[in-house]
């Protein structure tokens, strides 16, 4: 079903007339015209299963966010300082998914804004402008987020490692000396922290912030090992800094057993930043925060964000909460997760190219290896099981600093079937390309 442009037109299009800064997925572009649950439908009525994008968190086109969408902007539509029902049942509902304490919340656009707020709000109270991050961790667009961005930094066009920003090892347990102990991984990898804490104070430095995605997603679907980010919370929070958990790729219920996946590690944030999937695609974000924290902060100078906590983007917000409760989503995030990591575990016994399956709920991440003891990660295997996936009417992504592992993130209405036809296209792929001699 032919509309509108062919996809050579807009490729042509899009070089005279948008910033070349945008990539394209694929080296054949693909041209979605519709969505619908699990499945996006291409201008050639080609259906591919999306297993990729984790904004459409209740599937695409959501009927109940669609409606709660049209019926606000067909009533009304304007900014947060008129009262408004929607805002304060919205900040209830949303502070009331979260652990006692964090009961303060404010909307933003998108998950840049809500990090850069948290920014702002550590910097304010801290008076420190110098903050910890993780290796190849990715927080945002906007130049002071592309500073905390290593992910962005170090790679091409990147400036490299600004001087208020320090860096600590990504806590990938998988490739953690082989001499650590598993039940020592947490407090051996936080030990970066303290030494990067310790260089700080060298300079006369102290951190404002430490903030980290709860799963690292662009590290490469990294789990923290278990009482990592106690550890963790434990040393900044003694050096004066504050713990902000970036919760924007793997919030709202995605690891199932939880709401939020920094509850995983059994740690309470002083600041949580949400985004991508809180609105199923409504461009909208979060940050939720104590009250001691919001009231210090509120030190005469307004947050105000023309568009944010708008009524149309809370009736989204709320409609998402709403789905995810009634259908209880998460239970099936946990069930079909589980499920999926069961069958991803059964070829990891057929295929050496897998290194690591991991994951929690709907957030999976298969490693390729070309050695399994030297760990040499299998980059092309990996950009080939990709683009055959593809070929096959799958979409899912590469991640991590070497784009090895394969990255899942498939919507939380993800059915049985869904993943059964995840994993036979995966089969087929990987019987391809290790054929084919990769
Ligand atoms: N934090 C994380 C972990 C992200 O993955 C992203 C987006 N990829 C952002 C922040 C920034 O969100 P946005 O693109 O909505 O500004």
Known sequence: VQTGRTRPEIVAARKNSLLPNLSISYSEPIKFVRGEGA???DDRGRAYLDCFNNVCHLGHAHPDVVEAIA?????LNTNTRYLHDAIVTYAERLTATLPDGLSVASFACSGSEANSLALRMSRTLTGSNDALVLDWAYHGTTQELIDLSPYKYKRKGGKGRPAHVFEATIPDSYRAPAEWPVEEHARRFAESIAEQIETMRKQGR???FFIAESIPSVAGQVFLPEGYLKEVYAIVRAAGGFCIADEVQVGFGRVGSHWWAFETQGVTPDIVTMGKPIGNGHPMSALVTTREIADRFNNGMEYFNTFAGNPVS???GLAVLDVIERDRLRDNAAKIGAYLVARFREMQARYDVIGDVRGQGLFLGIELVTDRKTKQPAT???RKVNDGARARGVLIGTEGPHDNVLKM????IF????????VGVLE?????VSAEGA
């Not at 059915?415 to 995840?422: F, I, N, W, Y």
């Not at 087929?428 to 391809?432: G, P, S």
């Open 314 to 316: 809370c009736a989204a």
């Open 409 to 412: 993130r498939p919507p939380m």
């Open 71 to 75: 019926r606000q902007a067909a009533k």
């Open 206 to 208: 102290a951190p404002a």
């Open 415 to 422: 059915s049985r079937a869904d993943a059964d036809h995840l």
């Open 39 to 41: 499945w996006l439908i």
């Open 380 to 382: 092309a295997f990996a």
């Open 428 to 432: 087929e792929t990987f019987a391809a």
